[in-house]
Nanobody, 118 residues
Framework: QVQMVESGGDSVQAGGSLRLSCIVS????????FHWHRQAAGAEREWVST???????DYTDSVKGRFTISKDRTQNTVFLEMNSLKPEDTAMYYC????????????WGQGTQVTVSS
Protein backbone atom coordinates (compact mmCIF):
# COMPACT_ATOMS: atom_id res chain seq x y z
CA GLN A 1 0.00 0.00 0.00
CA VAL A 2 1.83 3.04 -1.32
CA GLN A 3 1.05 6.53 -0.16
CA MET A 4 2.87 9.85 -0.43
CA VAL A 5 1.53 12.88 1.35
CA GLU A 6 3.03 16.33 0.90
CA SER A 7 2.73 18.90 3.65
CA GLY A 8 4.38 22.07 4.87
CA GLY A 9 3.09 24.49 2.27
CA ASP A 10 1.94 27.84 3.54
CA SER A 11 1.61 31.52 2.75
CA VAL A 12 4.78 33.43 3.60
CA GLN A 13 6.39 36.76 2.85
CA ALA A 14 9.28 37.10 0.44
CA GLY A 15 12.52 36.15 2.11
CA GLY A 16 10.86 33.63 4.36
CA SER A 17 11.45 29.90 4.63
CA LEU A 18 9.41 26.74 4.44
CA ARG A 19 10.18 23.06 4.80
CA LEU A 20 8.08 20.79 2.66
CA SER A 21 7.65 17.15 3.60
CA CYS A 22 6.78 14.18 1.44
CA ILE A 23 5.77 11.49 3.91
CA VAL A 24 6.10 8.07 2.31
CA SER A 25 4.25 4.91 3.26
CA UNK A 26 4.54 1.46 1.71
CA UNK A 27 8.21 1.52 0.75
CA UNK A 28 11.51 2.82 2.07
CA UNK A 29 12.68 6.18 0.83
CA UNK A 30 16.22 4.80 0.58
CA UNK A 31 15.05 2.43 -2.14
CA UNK A 32 14.08 5.17 -4.56
CA UNK A 33 14.96 8.47 -6.07
CA PHE A 34 12.53 11.35 -5.75
CA HIS A 35 11.73 14.58 -7.50
CA TRP A 36 10.07 17.77 -6.43
CA HIS A 37 8.10 19.57 -9.11
CA ARG A 38 6.02 22.70 -8.99
CA GLN A 39 3.25 24.19 -11.04
CA ALA A 40 2.15 27.78 -10.80
CA ALA A 41 -1.39 28.72 -11.71
CA GLY A 42 -1.72 28.91 -15.46
CA ALA A 43 1.85 27.74 -16.03
CA GLU A 44 3.51 24.54 -17.13
CA ARG A 45 4.81 22.11 -14.59
CA GLU A 46 8.46 22.69 -13.72
CA TRP A 47 11.02 20.30 -12.33
CA VAL A 48 12.63 21.70 -9.18
CA SER A 49 14.92 19.12 -7.60
CA THR A 50 15.99 15.49 -7.58
CA UNK A 51 17.50 13.21 -5.00
CA UNK A 52 18.62 9.79 -6.17
CA UNK A 53 18.43 6.50 -4.32
CA UNK A 54 22.08 7.06 -3.44
CA UNK A 55 21.45 10.68 -2.37
CA UNK A 56 22.87 12.43 -5.38
CA UNK A 57 21.08 15.78 -5.58
CA ASP A 58 20.36 18.26 -8.32
CA TYR A 59 18.35 21.48 -8.66
CA THR A 60 16.97 23.73 -11.28
CA ASP A 61 19.09 26.86 -11.60
CA SER A 62 16.50 29.21 -10.17
CA VAL A 63 16.55 27.51 -6.76
CA LYS A 64 20.22 26.57 -6.43
CA GLY A 65 21.65 27.93 -3.21
CA ARG A 66 18.19 28.46 -1.75
CA PHE A 67 16.55 25.02 -1.73
CA THR A 68 17.86 21.78 -0.25
CA ILE A 69 16.42 18.33 -0.96
CA SER A 70 17.04 15.50 1.47
CA LYS A 71 15.72 12.17 2.71
CA ASP A 72 15.38 10.90 6.24
CA ARG A 73 15.24 7.12 6.53
CA THR A 74 13.96 7.12 10.10
CA GLN A 75 11.03 9.37 9.26
CA ASN A 76 10.68 7.81 5.79
CA THR A 77 10.24 11.30 4.45
CA VAL A 78 11.62 13.38 1.61
CA PHE A 79 12.14 17.05 2.42
CA LEU A 80 12.51 20.22 0.44
CA GLU A 81 13.92 23.02 2.55
CA MET A 82 13.21 26.36 0.93
CA ASN A 83 14.95 29.54 2.01
CA SER A 84 14.95 33.11 0.72
CA LEU A 85 11.62 32.50 -0.92
CA LYS A 86 10.56 34.71 -3.79
CA PRO A 87 7.12 35.46 -5.21
CA GLU A 88 8.06 33.47 -8.30
CA ASP A 89 8.35 30.38 -6.09
CA THR A 90 4.58 30.49 -5.64
CA ALA A 91 3.20 27.20 -6.91
CA MET A 92 1.74 23.87 -6.01
CA TYR A 93 4.65 21.61 -5.08
CA TYR A 94 4.52 17.89 -5.82
CA CYS A 95 6.65 14.95 -4.76
CA UNK A 96 7.24 12.19 -7.32
CA UNK A 97 9.14 8.93 -7.31
CA UNK A 98 11.75 8.33 -9.96
CA UNK A 99 10.67 6.37 -13.01
CA UNK A 100 13.35 3.86 -11.99
CA UNK A 101 11.94 3.37 -8.50
CA UNK A 102 11.40 -0.37 -8.02
CA UNK A 103 8.47 0.16 -5.66
CA UNK A 104 6.37 2.62 -7.65
CA UNK A 105 7.51 4.22 -10.86
CA UNK A 106 6.64 7.86 -11.38
CA UNK A 107 4.17 8.01 -8.52
CA TRP A 108 2.82 11.45 -7.59
CA GLY A 109 1.57 12.87 -4.34
CA GLN A 110 -1.33 15.30 -4.15
CA GLY A 111 0.76 18.42 -3.67
CA THR A 112 1.06 21.24 -1.19
CA GLN A 113 0.55 24.91 -1.95
CA VAL A 114 3.29 27.47 -1.43
CA THR A 115 2.37 31.13 -1.72
CA VAL A 116 5.01 33.84 -1.39
CA SER A 117 3.92 37.45 -1.16
CA SER A 118 6.06 40.51 -1.75
Amino acid sequence: QVQMVESGGDSVQAGGSLRLSCIVSGFDVDSCGFHWHRQAAGAEREWVSTISATNFVDYTDSVKGRFTISKDRTQNTVFLEMNSLKPEDTAMYYCQTSVTCPAVSGYWGQGTQVTVSS
